[in-house]
């Protein structure tokens, strides 16, 4: 793991979405696994920009959608599904065949499980997997306790989690379980980027960087990759007791 820290989210966005998109003209068919959220949006803003208006080819990545809110129309606009169509799929006008997205209204969602890890196995593995973390410390709905060793699943929300993610609904909604990657995908990915802005995300990372590695905090994980990036900015580097 190592950990890169900005001056503010601008300038964390636009390290991100530079890469991503250097890595696309490198390997046109790159395999990039994505969070929604608030962290990520402008991560995501910048990279598609910087494709279209570099006319850098993407017609043949894909995009994977890393987790959604079980039971969500793909129509509520606080899903993950509505953030992906908004800010990437329809502006990159991204085909079918090209992108998946976990469908949080499957009757069978086991079967939305074993489809995602085909994808991902199918391709070899994610190539850029770009994250955000929760005030738990999840990453996708890794919930603390999740098991390093897990692929795609389904699991019961913490109570961190329903009460935080409110804040992408406009009414009160029930927020019960989550269908996300798991971890080890994460692993096997060949690079990853946690990333988090602003103070309220200092104490997460504090312990993302110098806690224990376990799987009572999820992001703990990162310390594990060898091509893991933790991407900060001033703010949420603000409570780390020495300098990295
Ligand atoms: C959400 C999602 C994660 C996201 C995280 C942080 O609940 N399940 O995928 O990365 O929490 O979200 P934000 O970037 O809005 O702080």
Known sequence: MKLKRFKNYQELSGFAATDISDAIKNKPSLVLCLASGDTPKLTVELLVKKLIEEKVDHSKITFIGLDEWVGLPPTNTGSCHYFFQNKLIEPLQLKSSQYFLFDALAGDLKNECVKMDKVIDERKGIDIMLVGIGMNGHIGFNEPGSSFDNLS????????????????????????????????????AKKVF???????????????????????????IMQRHENGFVLIDDEAASLLSKLH
Do not use: C, W
């Open 153 to 188: 699943h389904v699991i019961g929300l913490d109570e961190i989690t329903k009460s935080v993610g409110q804040k992408y609904f406009n009414e009160q909604v029930e927020l019960e379980k989550g269908i996300t990657i798991g971890f080890k995908h994460l692993l096997n």
């Open 194 to 220: 946690l990333m988090a802005n602003g103070s309220k995300k200092a104490e997460v990372i504090r312990t993302t960087v110098e806690g224990p590695l376990t799987e009572d905090f999820p992001a703990s």
